[in-house]
C-alpha cells in the first residue's frame, strides 16, 4: 500500500488507566446550564512530533512513560477529565469525579511523519491517530512512528470541556513534564458563575439560535456525508481578503469576520450550482467564548470585579454561544464581500455581550430538564447547506511541548456527527501570521472551494510545514 497516500496500519501494543496521583474524595459536579446544550459529541486534538537530537536519546517508552507522569499530575488540578459522566434522577449528565482515570493507549504505526496525509485526515488521523473514547471523559493514544516521531492524539467529552478548557489543561499536562517551567494555571469549577438569574429575562433571539430537543423535526431519510480536509492560507491572502471584505470603509471587521464571509459565499456558491430556480438559504454560525463578557458581569462582594475576571478567565467547563445568520444562496453569491462581512457583524453583534449569556443560562433554566440544542447543529441538509467557524487561534501549539521538542504540527480533529459543517481555522505553526484550517464539509463544498479559491485555500504539505 502506498503510505503516502494515507494507508498505512496501527498496531496497539498497550492499554491502561492513568489516574491523578494524589487520591481525590469523590464528589459529584454539576454541569452548567451552558454545558448541557452541548449533546454527547467527542473532540480530538493531536500533536505530531519529528525525530530530533533530544528523541533520539529518549527511547518511546521512556517518552511514555514521561506522558504518563505528567499526566497523573495534571489530573490532580483537572480532576474533571479522571471522572465519568453519569445521569442524575432527572436524566441530566453530571460529572461523577471519582478518579476513574483516563484510557492510555500506546500503539505504533508502520508509517513515517513526513508520509503522514495531513490534508486528509480521513484516512490518517481518524480512527487512527486520534483515539476513540469508550470510557471516562478523556483518552490519550501515543503512537510511534518508523521514523522515530511520535504523535500524542486525544479524545474528550465535548459536555465537560470546550477548547479553551482543553487548551488550558494541555498546556498544564506539558508544562508538568518539564518542572522547570512557569507553575499552570489552575483551573476553576465554580458552577455558581454561571447561575440562572431570579427571575430570568431571555431576549427573543434566543428563541432563534436554540431548540428544546422535543421540538426536533422527525430525522431525515438520508443523511449527507461530510469530508474533513486542512488546508493552510497564507499571511498575504489573508490580508487581501480582510482589505476586500472592509472596501466600503464604513464598517471596521475583525480577520475571523472577513474569513467567515468568503468562506459563506463559497458555500454558498456550492449550493447555486444545483438550486434550479429554487430559493434556498445558507445558514452560517460562529462559536462565540462568553468568558470575557461574561467577566464583566457583577461578581459577588467578596469576589470584587477583579476576582470575577480571574475565576472566568480560568474558567472550565463550556461557555459558547453559536449565534448564525442565514441569507438566500443567490443574494450571498451577487453581493460584494464587504457586504456579506457587514452580514456577519451584525448577527455576531447580538452574541458578544454579557446580556446574551446570561439570558442563554435563563434559556436553559426554563427548559429543563429537557435539553436544548444549538439550531444551527441540526440543520438539515434539505434546509439547504449550514455549518459553523469555531476560532481556534488560542491554539497552544507552542506550548505543548514535553520536553523533546515543539510540535511540528498539531490540530483539532472534529468530525463533530451534525447536520452542518465545521471549520477551524488555527495559527500556522510556522508562526508567520499563516492560518491552517481544519474543514469539516460535504464533498461538493469542498469541491467548489477547492476549484474556484483554491489560491486561497492550498492543500496542508509536508513541504509547506518544512519551510
Known amino acids: ?60 517508552a521512556s517518552m511514555v512513560g514521561c506522558l504518563k507522569k505528567s499526566l497523573s499530575q495534571a489530573l490532580v488540578s483537572y480532576y474533571a477529565f479522571a ?7 432527572a436524566g441530566e449528565p453530571e460529572l461523577l469525579c471519582n478518579n476513574r482515570g483516563v484510557d492510555f493507549v500506546e500503539a505504533v504505526a508502520d508509517i513515517e511523519l513526513h508520509c503522514l496525509n495531513l490534508y486528509n485526515p480521513d484516512v490518517s488521523i481518524e480512527g487512527k491517530l486520534v483515539p476513540k473514547k469508550k470510557r471516562g471523559v478523556f483518552v490519550v493514544q501515543a503512537t510511534s512512528l518508523k521514523c522515530g516521531g511520535i504523535v500524542v492524539g486525544c479524545t474528550f467529552d465535548h459536555r465537560i470541556a470546550d477548547a479553551y478548557s482543553a487548551n488550558m489543561f494541555l498546556v498544564s499536562w506539558a508544562n508538568m513534564a518539564q518542572p522547570t517551567r512557569p507553575k499552570p ?11 440562572p438569574r431570579r427571575p430570568g429575562f431571555i431576549h427573543p433571539s434566543l428563541h432563534n439560535m436554540y431548540i428544546p430537543i422535543s421540538k426536533l423535526p422527525p430525522p431525515a431519510a438520508t443523511t449527507t456525508s461530510l469530508l474533513s480536509r486542512i488546508y493552510y492560507v497564507t499571511a498575504k491572502q489573508l490580508q487581501h481578503m480582510h482589505s476586500l471584505a472592509t472596501d466600503n470603509g464604513a464598517t471596521k471587521h475583525t480577520k475571523l469576520e472577513s474569513f467567515s464571509a468568503f468562506l459563506w459565499k463559497m458555500v454558498a456558491r456550492a449550493a447555486s450550482t444545483d438550486i434550479k430556480g429554487k430559493k434556498v438559504v445558507a445558514k452560517m454560525g460562529i462559536v462565540v467564548d462568553g468568558r470575557k463578557r461574561l467577566a464583566d458581569s457583577g461578581g459577588s462582594s467578596c469576589d470584587g470585579e477583579k476576582g470575577k475576571k480571574s475565576l472566568m478567565n480560568s474558567y472550565f467547563g463550556n461557555v459558547l454561544s453559536i449565534p448564525f445568520g442565514q441569507k438566500l444562496v443567490e443574494e450571498l453569491v451577487e453581493k460584494p464581500l464587504w457586504w456579506v ?42 434546509e439547504g447547506p449550514a455549518f459553523v467557524i469555531s476560532s481556534g487561534q488560542r491554539f497552544p501549539e507552542e506550548k505543548v511541548d514535553f520536553g523533546w521538542g515543539k510540535a511540528v504540527f498539531g490540530s483539532y480533529h472534529f468530525p463533530w456527527g451534525g447536520d452542518a459543517g465545521y471549520v477551524m481555522p488555527m495559527p500556522s505553526p510556522l508562526v508567520n501570521g499563516d492560518w491552517v484550517v481544519y474543514m469539516h464539509l460535504v464533498k461538493e463544498q469542498l469541491y467548489t472551494i477547492e476549484s474556484e479559491a483554491s489560491h486561497f485555500f492550498m492543500p496542508l504539505t509536508w513541504e509547506y510545514l518544512n519551510q
Not at 471522572?83 to 434522577?89: D, H, M, Y
Not at 494555571?185 to 447561575?195: E, G, H, I, V, Y
Open 1 to 60: 500500500m502506498d503510505s503516502a497516500a494515507g494507508e498505512f496500519h496501527v498496531s496497539v501494543t498497550n492499554e491502561e488507566v492513568v489516574a491523578a496521583v494524589l487520591p481525590t474524595q469523590e464528589h459529584w459536579l454539576p454541569l452548567s446550564n451552558l454545558d448541557l446544550l452541548l449533546p454527547p459529541v467527542d473532540v480530538g486534538v493531536f500533536f505530531c512530533y519529528k525525530n530530533n537530537n533530544t528523541m533520539v536519546m529518549n527511547s518511546f
Open 185 to 195: 494555571k489552575q483551573p476553576c469549577f465554580r458552577r455558581s458563575l454561571l447561575s
Open 341 to 382: 462581512a457587514n452580514v456577519v457583524h451584525e448577527f455576531l453583534e447580538v452574541a458578544v455581550t454579557e446580556e446574551h449569556f446570561l439570558g442563554l443560562i435563563d434559556w436553559v433554566e426554563t427548559h429543563r430538564p429537557v435539553p436544548g440544542l444549538a439550531k444551527i447543529y441540526c440543520s438539515g441538509a434539505e
Open 83 to 89: 471522572g465519568e459522566v453519569v445521569a442524575n434522577t
